[in-house]
């Protein structure tokens, strides 16, 4: 279940930076932070939950690097986790929606997302749903924040 929670904060990051025909993004260190705001959990195990507490409200930080090829192509080819999918994104005047969906042993999670989005930065709420898998359905809402914080990657980044 850490797991699917994991990937699903980790895929909307990358998720709020993708489209069907993409918006111009510029290379460099990017920098993604999610936070949860929410969870219903009802089969969590102890041990999850107590961790899951303790993350309430704390950011993951991230860095990642996109290089120039990778901006000319679409952020799209960075996704985390080759068992997502994208099923539906629109991107319209700053404005992004898009859906994701992930198999990951037996559960089913799906991600949507809304927000808005320019080159050097974006900002995405967005709500995570999990059914399927040992520990039952699961529900989150998140928000995420992207920018870019180097035309150069540090090495930390690549």
């Known amino acids: ?91 319209e005047a700053g404005r992004m929606t898009s859906e994701m969906q992930c198999n990951h042993d037996g559960a089913v999670t799906r991600i949507k997302m809304q927000g808005s989005y320019s080159p050097t930065s974006y900002e995405m709420d967005g709500q995570m749903s999990s059914s399927g898998g040992g520990a039952g359905p699961m529900a989150m809402t998140m928000h995420v924040t992207g920018r870019r914080v180097a035309p150069v990657c540090s090495p930390k980044s690549k």
């Open 1 to 91: 279940m850490a797991r699917v929670i994991m990937v699903g904060i980790l895929s909307m990051g990358v998720v709020s930076a993708v489209a069907a025909a993409p918006p111009k993004i510029l290379p460099g260190e990017w920098e993604t932070s999610s936070s949860i705001r929410m969870q219903t959990m009802p089969n969590m195990p102890p041990q999850v939950a107590e961790m899951m507490r303790n993350r309430m409200g704390k950011p993951i930080v991230v860095r990642s690097c996109i290089t120039p090829e990778e901006a000319a192509r679409g952020p799209e080819t960075r996704s985390p986790d080759k068992k997502c999918k994208l099923i539906n994104i629109s991107y």
